[in-house]
């Protein structure tokens, strides 16, 4: 009298992003522009003067108008403190202007690489950073601890469970990251399968064709043999 269905595998993922996200401020589910500046709001109020706040998850796409928010808006709501905020597939974040005045980025800052820093109509950036421009304010964000590290795993394998998700395919990263979650397997903290992949081509993707692959480790747990190449 009861319903049985195949394991499912979430194809595309990153696995330490989801744990950090729960870690700070999850953005899931937010179904307009006004609940965002909302739940900014409520968290800003808790950090305190100077504190950087980060999240991930929202997405304008239902929203009425379906816009970007703006650097304007986040200043409203966060007046004080740098904030960067991730779109739910990572490719673009939200920034207020405390966060483009640590990282120096105004009208003059040359897009980077394969990123694009979004203009208002008055020239100025409007907040919004695209791809690899979101570098230019992440690389102020003070560095996370191995503790962090360790339980934003943890946490986004709970989050994966909870969903019912019994394998996860993690779509990039770096060797380090690899090596940690067989560390978590090895001390029997995490047990969801992960098909795992790095970034490439770099030091990460070199490591992985110079040690070579893990294949159905931790009880046919862990796999790690896949490159992820972006290109355009």
Known sequence: GRT?????????????????????????????LEEFLARIKARVEQASNGEWV????????????PVFPTRAQLDQVAPNNPVILTRADGHASV??????????????????????????????????LIDAAQGLVRRHIPGTTPAEAERAV?????????????????????????ELFQKLYGEGKIKLR???????????????LQTGPVIGAYGNRFTFRAIKVVSD
């Open 54 to 65: 980060t999240g991930r998850g929202w997405i304008e796409t239902f929203w009425k108008p």
């Open 154 to 178: 943890v946490l986004g394998v709970q989050r994966n469970i909870q969903l019912g998700w019994t394998q996860i395919q993690d779509a990039g990263g770096s060797y380090a990251e690899a």
């Open 194 to 208: 992960i098909y795992k992949a790095v970034h490439g081509p770099g030091p990460s993707a070199s490591q992985l």
């Open 4 to 32: 049985v269905v195949p394991g499912l595998t979430d194809s595309h993922q990153h696995l330490s992003g989801v744990g950090f996200r729960e870690m700070t401020l999850n953005l899931e589910g937010i179904n307009s």
């Open 95 to 128: 920034v207020n202007s405390a966060a483009l005045k640590l990282a120096n980025v105004d009208r003059d800052t040359p897009n980077p690489f394969g990123g694009d820093i979004s203009k208002g109509p008055d020239g100025e950036p409007n907040g919004m």
